[in-house]
């Protein structure tokens, strides 16, 4: 009995998380980066409580790359802009789960952890494991979802 209900939960959880990535990524369509488009969502007891998609700082000209088509320095990660959005909120993300379309680079899992996020699924490996490593080390559940499976 008590194994066939933790089957159920977990099986529930999976077709959660599949559902938020896949908002995740029709959000990071929001995005003018033409290089690469992400998408974050934040999700705390089954409600959205904020989301990102990365582009350029509010005010700013909405073109993130430079003539060399090169990401301009000032261009804000899907994942920091939810957690900044969340943060000008009366929401907390203390427990939260954060779904994004690409691993988190180390300055975003930086920010994942301070923001007391406790689980990040995600859909695309970004070129550089070190966010991903640091979630883990500081103890953060990390979730890998393949976007060709949802």
């Known amino acids: 009995m008590q194994e066939t209900l933790s089957t159920e ?3 529930k959880q999976e077709k959660l998380d599949c559902r938020y990535l896949r908002m995740a990524i029709v ?13 974050a969502l934040i999700v705390k007891d089954k409600m959205i409580i904020s ?5 350029t700082p509010s005010g700013f000209e909405n073109i993130c ?9 000032y ?3 899907a994942e920091a802009n939810a957690i900044t959005k969340v943060a000008k909120s009366s929401n ?4 939260a789960t954060l779904y994004v379309t690409a691993t988190p680079c180390i300055e975003c899992a930086k920010l994942i952890i301070q923001a007391g996020i406790n689980r990040v699924v995600y859909s695309e490996a970004y070129h550089c494991n070190d966010g991903k490593d640091l979630l883990i080390r500081a103890g953060i559940e990390v979730k890998f979802i393949d976007s060709k499976n949802l």
Request: glycine content about 10%.
């Open 51 to 55: 989301d990102g998609y990365n582009g």
């Open 65 to 73: 790359e430079d003539d060399m088509n090169k990401t301009k320095p």
């Open 9 to 11: 939960l977990l099986e």
């Open 92 to 95: 907390s993300s203390e427990g």
């Open 75 to 77: 261009v804000l990660h």
């Open 27 to 39: 959000w990071a369509e929001n995005s003018y980066c033409k290089r690469r488009q992400v998408g």
